[in-house]
């Protein structure tokens, strides 16, 4: 029975959707493996990654349930009697232990290698005949379990009644092995180690690698997922396998979920481009009009070239012109970037607040017109022009 304190671990992330996940997932345990990173990793960063690939992992097989809020153990946390991480999915609280399978000196290797790939020998010339690579990581991981359940006998994770365990496997015989021997064994060699040690085990264990999760490896309902083009993974990756996954026709096999996301994303983007520079036209507008002592060359460039990246933003998708856009809309926008710009104004320059106008002093067509440029004004007109 967990004895649950009333005081959890910190909260790392909170993933309210699936349609919110790689938002809010972020950076958090990214790109830290050691074939990506020269030099030595932190336990942190090392059970960050891996808690990372397995939430990964969890949501492309459908298994992750949400709205899930992951707590992070501090040192004092696991003093007592907390696992390295904590999943809250409503009133349920799930533990995640994190354990190693491999030798320091392979992953030492592995980084070296990185570094110099052409200069560093594989660690072991004996050969490896037959199986012998699936038989060293399958002795490898059960060591990795080995370490955990000793830990797990001795309720070291009390405070939750139900607690997994993730197997990150850098191995030399992982590197070699052939994965789906090794994953069909799995079952029978932590079934033959349950049977041999006596020891409660974890409710499920997953097996982490920088390529491939392998979930419940050794229950009924066994998954081999591979992550390493993930969305939330490897973008540059997702994307080239996505762009020759749809000139195949393969739609049934595309991420329609993060596809959408990311035509969304660049449409906001044009967006935020096309406000960005209006932002900065109505700036440079203003100092022209309201310093005209000050009047140079560069702030006519700029106005000049704000006003054409915005025609060409409206070019190419119409829908953005301001000038095509129901009134409203559009005053909405002026209105807005008005405010910031009038704000940044006032910052670049030694006006004071009552000479530039709270309201746009100036007219959509005339923002966008290339042939229009103010006259010099000594303060904020009364009526703005509609």
Not at 50 to 56: E, G, S, T
Not at 89 to 114: C, M, Y
Not at 221 to 229: C, H, L, M, N, P
Not at 301 to 319: G, L, Q, V
Request: proline share 5%; aromatic share 8%.
């Amino acid at each position: 029975m967990a004895e649950t304190s009333l005081e959890k671990p910190p909260v790392r992330l909170w993933i309210e959707t699936r349609d919110s996940f790689a938002d809010e997932l972020a950076d958090f345990g990214e790109a830290v493996t050691a074939s990506r990173r020269g030099h030595d990793r932190s336990p942190a960063e090392k059970e960050a990654y891996c808690l990372r690939a397995y939430l990964v992992a969890a949501r492309l097989a459908g298994t992750l349930v949400f709205p899930v809020i992951v707590h992070a153990s501090e040192q004092r946390d696991q003093q007592a009697g907390w696992p390295d991480f904590v999943l809250e999915t409503g009133n349920t609280l799930r533990g995640v232990e994190i354990s190693e399978a491999g030798s320091p000196d392979f992953q030492k290797w592995v980084t070296k290698a990185h570094d110099e790939p052409r200069a560093v020998p594989f660690p072991d010339d004996r050969g490896h005949q037959g199986d012998r690579p699936e038989r060293m990581a399958l002795d490898d991981i059960v060591k990795g379990v080995e370490k955990k359940q000793q830990e797990l006998a001795k309720q070291s994770y009390r405070q939750v009644a139900d607690c997994e365990l993730l197997v990150y496997v850098m191995s030399e015989g992982w590197v070699l092995a052939d994965k789906e021997k090794v994953a069909n064994r799995l079952q029978t060699e932590l079934g033959r180690f349950i049977d041999d040690t006596n020891l409660l085990l974890f409710r499920h264990i997953h097996i982490v690698s920088d390529s491939l999760v392998i979930l419940d490896a050794g229950g009924p309902e066994q998954r081999a997922v591979r992550t390493e083009k993930a969305y939330e993974m490897d973008y540059s990756d997702w994307a080239l396998e996505q762009a020759a996954l749809a000139r195949d026709e393969k739609v049934n096999r595309l991420d329609l979920w993060n596809i959408a996301g990311e035509l969304e994303a660049l449409s906001k983007k044009d967006r935020r481009s096309r406000d960005s520079h209006l932002r900065n036209l109505l700036m440079h507008l203003l100092k022209y009009a309201y310093q005209p002592e000050k009047r140079s060359g560069s702030w006519k460039t700029s106005i000049r070239n704000a006003r054409t990246e915005i025609w060409k933003i409206s070019n190419d998708s119409p829908s953005l012109s301001l000038l095509k856009q129901r009134s409203e809309d559009a005053l909405g926008v002026l209105s807005w970037e008005y405010d910031r710009a009038r704000q940044n104004c006032l910052d670049e320059t030694r006006l004071s607040a009552d000479q530039v106008p709270v309201v746009c002093p100036f007219t959509l067509e005339q923002i966008l017109d290339e042939d229009f440029w103010p006259e010099p004004s000594a303060g904020p007109e009364t009526d703005p022009p509609s």
